[in-house]
């Protein structure tokens, strides 16, 4: 039987596993029980591990925060469930975590016989967020690099994700610091997707990211323009309130970039997150949601997804 995780009391780090002996350390930032299942810190750059029964790893990127990219990775993650993908998403953003808010999870997961977390279920996408383990939504984060890398690494390689992904969507936290440098070393990628609204100051940042992936070798699949244009309910004037597109399709065409999508301004895509049930499960058949899967099309067209099975009803919590 899978061993049931408490729920947390205390900021971290604290005890998050039943075990007679897990300790927290820069070897074990998340408790897990240790059965040599761990890998320790080793010199020079890592070999890159395939993560097992996943078959694809798209990472979701922005660089700068607050331009919808987790929302973005959760939206194309559902869509690649109704195209008939096995999908998974996994929050790498230890800081700032959003899978358990935009999937209404919060339960600890359980673990397998072999020590693995074991990725909770909604609306048929396996998740795994640090956000499940801490307890509290208002508990902080508060490790040094070492602990963060570690962390990093046991959640790329201590979830069982049997019997099997089709697609792993990782959302990556903002900048282009360890974290991306670290996930960027240590499994293989099969391509990024660059996250940006057409404001200046978030397509500077975009650049710095579509720059990191091409200095670390990992393809750029294409960019998603967020919050582009308004559209009053009232008179149907459109208004880009973040600015032209000019720095968008600039970028794409000095980076060689493929523009794979439009993601309109508007109300209902934020609200559908907070409160837990992403656009493209709340409002399928709107304009908005055929853009996420327009999105996901595209992107498993570029790394080999085949056709899928065609929309298919999602399942409830596991």
Same mark, same amino acid.
């Given at each position: 039987?899978?061993?049931?995780?408490?729920?947390? /009391?205390?900021?971290?780090? %604290? *005890?998050?596993?039943?075990? /007679?002996?897990?300790?927290?350390?820069?070897?074990?930032?998340?408790?897990?029980?240790?059965?040599?299942?761990?890998?320790?810190?080793?010199?020079?750059?890592?070999?890159? *591990?395939?993560?097992?029964?996943?078959?694809? !790893?798209?990472?979701?990127?922005?660089?700068?925060?607050?331009?919808?990219?987790?929302?973005?990775?959760?939206?194309?993650?559902?869509?690649?469930? %109704?195209?008939?993908?096995?999908?998974?998403?996994?929050?790498?953003?230890?800081?700032?975590?959003?899978?358990?808010?935009?999937?209404?999870?919060?339960?600890?997961?359980?673990?397998?016989?072999?020590?693995?977390?074991?990725?909770?279920?909604?609306?048929?996408? &396996?998740?795994?967020?640090?956000?499940?383990?801490?307890?509290?939504?208002?508990?902080? !984060?508060?490790?040094?690099?070492?602990?963060?890398?570690?962390?990093?690494?046991?959640?790329?390689?201590?979830?069982?994700?049997?019997? $099997?992904?089709?697609?792993?969507?990782?959302?990556?936290?903002?900048?282009?610091?360890?974290?991306?440098?670290?996930?960027?070393?240590?499994?293989?990628?099969?391509?990024?997707?660059?996250? /940006?609204?057409?404001?200046?100051?978030?397509?500077?940042?975009?650049?710095?990211?579509?720059?990191?992936?091409?200095?670390?070798?990992?393809?750029?699949?294409?960019?998603?323009?967020?919050?582009?244009?308004? /559209?009053?309910?009232?008179?149907?004037? &459109?208004?880009?309130?973040? #600015?032209?597109?000019?720095?968008?399709?600039?970028?794409?065409?000095?980076?060689?970039?493929?523009?794979?999508?439009?993601?309109?301004?508007?109300?209902?895509?934020?609200?559908?997150?907070?409160?837990?049930?992403?656009?493209?499960?709340?409002?399928?058949?709107?304009? %908005?949601?055929?853009?996420?899967?327009?999105?996901? %099309?595209?992107?498993?067209?570029?790394? $080999?997804?085949?056709?899928?099975? #065609?929309?298919?009803?999602?399942? #409830?919590?596991?």
């Amino acid at each position: 039987m899978p061993t049931k995780l408490p729920p947390s /009391t205390l900021l971290v780090p %604290r *005890r998050f596993f039943s075990s /007679t002996t897990p300790k927290h350390s820069h070897e074990n930032p998340l408790g897990l029980p240790q059965k040599g299942t761990i890998p320790r810190f080793q010199r020079g750059l890592p070999a890159k *591990r395939p993560i097992p029964s996943v078959a694809h !790893i798209i990472a979701i990127s922005s660089a700068k925060g607050g331009v919808g990219k987790s929302t973005i990775a959760a939206n194309l993650s559902l869509a690649f469930t %109704r195209l008939g993908h096995r999908t998974g998403l996994l929050d790498t953003d230890l800081f700032g975590p959003s899978v358990p808010t935009l999937f209404s999870l919060n339960s600890p997961p359980n673990l397998t016989p072999k020590n693995q977390l074991i990725p909770l279920t909604n609306y048929g996408v &396996k998740t795994m967020s640090i956000g499940y383990l801490i307890g509290s939504e208002s508990a902080p !984060i508060v490790w040094r690099g070492p602990m963060l890398l570690k962390a990093i690494q046991q959640l790329l390689h201590d979830v069982d994700w049997s019997p $099997g992904l089709d697609v792993l969507v990782l959302d990556l936290p903002p900048g282009t610091g360890d974290v991306q440098l670290s996930i960027t070393q240590q499994i293989p990628l099969s391509g990024a997707v660059i996250v /940006t609204t057409p404001h200046t100051l978030a397509v500077k940042d975009a650049v710095k990211g579509v720059e990191m992936f091409e200095k670390v070798n990992v393809p750029v699949l294409g960019l998603v323009q967020n919050m582009s244009l308004f /559209t009053c309910p009232c008179c149907s004037t &459109k208004t880009p309130v973040f #600015g032209g597109t000019e720095g968008v399709n600039k970028m794409c065409e000095d980076y060689g970039m493929e523009f794979l999508g439009d993601v309109p301004l508007h109300p209902n895509i934020g609200e559908d997150a907070s409160r837990g049930k992403p656009t493209v499960v709340a409002e399928p058949e709107s304009e %908005r949601a055929g853009v996420f899967m327009d999105v996901a %099309r595209r992107l498993g067209e570029k790394i $080999g997804l085949g056709g899928g099975s #065609g929309d298919e009803v999602m399942g #409830g919590k596991a």
